[in-house]
């Protein structure tokens, strides 16, 4: 049986061979290139990607590395000199000391102070900057109202004077108000501050919604407040994310407003920082300033992992969809 | 009867640019009105100002006989349907049909039972738990129909309803809106740049061009007698063929270009018809090739130049002297390129246009 099946086969054994280098041949039998194409997975050029990525990545988590590690060390330890070298022995006393016992003139109450006067500040700033420019934002893209582009056009004009030119006839209106010094201040200073870059954030994400719901609503007897609070704030989810986290993060990490439009008992967290790092007496406790460092960037950090993915979408919602 | 919406003298201007030119229109009560024409006509912006939701710069609205030119969309007694469905995504079909009842501030019963009507006619009853993103493209403009339906409004605008799905269910939903109107009987303003919807579906077409209605007439009117040269050659695919040449009305009434000369006497003038240069347009359906070509008056030698098989007829392009002709043929006639064919046709059946103004003689 077998011997019978060679001979049979045997010259077309002899063809297939004959064939092997016959490439129109080869695709019409399927033993040509077929499927995906393969890829190499050492190229040189992903040695060059992958490499230059690493070196960034050392780069830039380097200085983390040490504020980590340091902030983690005794003073003894420190003062060896290995700045990049793991803790020997692991202390948490820095991080205790520099939430509730440093101190900063005349308190020495650590950054907790700093801690909820940042809270204070930050969390009302953010909401009526927030609300306020949504609202801005919905109107110029929706309700094409007489005026409305100049309006437009002054707000994002306000996006570019530098801060420091109206610091001072902002001091003057505080106190001409009666908020000066006060966290009420702070936070309509912030309020204002933030209207041009959220306004311009909310107007593009609405005119980027189709204008047909717009109108679909109206034909449906929905008012200004009605669209704005039944068919658009449902849709706006990822746009609020994204005004949400430059809020926060702007607001949190403000030093020059908090400098200047309040007292030392309600100074920012980033102000209070500033304080026990720059402060002159006594030894440098690196550990310390490291810990509250790192404290004080905890915030804006969290905020960025809790919510990167709707972040992208948002960012991606504004800028593409057309 | 009073006309169930009337427009007298409407003008639109954003700054100089004037969109619509003192139009007037009439619709009849329960009549089925189509806005056609191409885009950038002025059929969407004219839907808009009957809506209500675009400030018009002059003229008057008239809903019903109710002078609604300053009216909010909503008291307007309209239903619109959107190009994009419009559908709030983030409510369900129920919440969507519903929403414009409940900022009427009707009564929860009175709202349930006008959905279930709507959901009713529609057949879109097992979808009313569903979001839109659930929903596939025909169940959704099904649902933006709802809308507008649950309104119990005299006054339905289409703006493009069709345009997003494919052809088969525009097809199919193109007969739901006909059966529709037939059932519900109120006015329809229906916008479209297609004419297959345009002739199927209207009572009368106004083609629209430039911000002004070229001719409203039914389609019948429309197909076979074209007001201008613009109207006749936007209705009809292929596209009617013209012929340059000069009319002779001296003796007897004829036509001659550079391809032929033929006799008009059986064409239904325009009174004050004088000659001079002008247009002849004939139909590709109504050139007629082969045999049957042989009983037409006028009859000319061509040559093939392109063959469009449909399946259940046939379009040709044939060169005759420097013209390109198309020809409808019957069925699936064995023709190839650069064949001689001969092709005929009746001058009753074909249309004069002034070359000056583009008007029918």
Request: proline share 6%; with cysteine; charged share 20%.
């Amino acid at each position: 049986m077998g011997k019978c099946r060679d001979i049979e086969h045997a010259p077309l054994r002899a063809q297939a061979e004959t064939v092997l280098t016959d490439y129109a041949a080869q695709s019409r039998d399927g033993t040509g290139p077929r499927g995906r194409k393969p890829k190499k997975r050492l190229s040189g050029r992903n040695i060059m990607i992958y490499g230059t990525l690493f070196v960034v990545s050392v780069y830039y988590l380097l200085p983390l590395w040490v504020m980590v590690v340091t902030s983690l060390k005794g003073m003894p330890e420190i003062r060896l000199g290995n700045i990049f070298a793991p803790p020997v022995e692991i202390t948490f006393e820095p991080w205790v000391k520099a939430w509730s016992e440093a101190c900063t003139g005349l308190n020495c109450d650590g950054l907790s102070r700093g801690f909820w006067n940042s809270v204070r500040i930050t969390v009302p700033s953010a909401l009526f900057s927030i609300f306020i420019a949504s609202v801005n934002g919905y109107a110029l893209a929706n309700w094409r109202f007489k005026g409305g582009e100049a309006f437009f056009t002054i707000l994002i004009f306000g996006a570019f004077v530098p801060y420091q030119v109206m610091l001072y006839p902002m001091v003057i209106l505080l106190r001409e108000i009666g908020l000066y010094g006060s966290l009420a201040g702070l936070v309509l200073v912030h309020t204002v501050f933030g209207m041009p870059i959220v306004t311009l954030l909310f107007r593009n994400y609405f005119t980027s919604l189709p204008e047909e719901l717009f109108k679909a609503a109206r034909v449906d007897g929905a008012g200004f407040w009605g669209i704005y609070f039944r068919v658009m704030l449902p849709m706006s989810l990822p746009i609020f994310t994204v005004a949400m986290i430059i809020q926060i993060t702007g607001i949190w990490n403000d030093f020059l407003f908090g400098t200047v439009f309040t007292r030392p008992n309600l100074y920012p967290m980033t102000v209070q920082l500033n304080n026990i790092v720059n402060s002159v007496q006594g030894v440098k406790e690196y550990n310390v300033n490291m810990a509250a460092t790192l404290l004080t960037g905890l915030v804006p950090l969290a905020i960025y992992f809790a919510s990167g993915k709707l972040f992208v979408r948002g960012i991606a919602a504004g800028a593409v969809k057309g | 009867m009073q006309p169930s919406i009337a427009i007298k003298d409407l003008k639109l201007a954003f700054g100089a640019v004037e969109v619509l030119h003192d139009l007037n229109l009439d619709v009849g009560q329960g009549e089925f009105l189509v806005l056609l024409g191409s885009s950038g006509c002025g059929k969407s912006t004219l839907l808009n100002c009957i809506a209500g939701l675009l400030d018009i710069t002059d003229g008057q609205i008239f809903i019903q006989g109710r002078n609604v030119t300053w009216e909010e969309p909503s008291d307007r007694g309209i239903g619109m349907v959107f190009q994009s469905y419009a559908l709030y995504p983030q409510m369900t079909v129920e919440g969507n049909l519903s929403f414009g009842l409940k900022n009427a501030g009707l009564p929860k019963a009175e709202i349930a039972e006008r959905v279930a009507r709507a959901a009713r006619v529609l057949q879109i009853e097992p979808l009313l738990k569903r979001k839109p993103a659930a929903l596939s493209g025909g169940q959704r403009q099904r649902v933006a129909i709802g809308r507008a339906l649950v309104r119990d409004v005299d006054v339905f605008l289409f703006d493009e309803p069709l345009s997003n799905l494919d052809a088969k269910l525009r097809a199919d939903l193109r007969v739901e809106i006909k059966q529709l109107h037939q059932q519900l009987e109120n006015t329809m303003i229906y916008v479209t740049h297609d004419q297959v919807e345009a002739m199927t579906l209207a009572d009368r077409i106004a083609i629209m061009k430039g911000g002004k209605i070229m001719q409203l007439g039914t389609p019948k009117e429309i197909y076979n007698r074209p007001a201008n040269r613009y109207v006749a050659e936007f209705i009809g695919s292929p596209t009617m063929n013209m012929l340059d040449g000069t009319l002779d009305m001296e003796i007897a009434p004829s036509f001659s270009c550079d391809i032929a000369t033929f006799a008009l006497g059986e064409y239904g003038f325009a009174p004050g018809t004088v000659s001079g240069p002008a247009w002849f347009g004939i139909r590709p359906e109504h050139v007629e090739s082969g045999e049957a070509a042989e009983a037409m008056p006028v009859q000319l030698d061509t040559v093939i130049d392109l063959v469009e098989p449909l399946g259940s007829d046939t379009l040709v392009r044939v060169r005759a002297g420097g013209q390109l002709l198309w020809a409808r043929a019957n069925g699936q006639p064995d023709l190839s390129p650069r064949q001689p064919l001969r092709i005929g046709f009746d001058p009753a059946r074909g249309h004069l246009f002034d070359r000056q103004g583009d008007i029918r003689l």
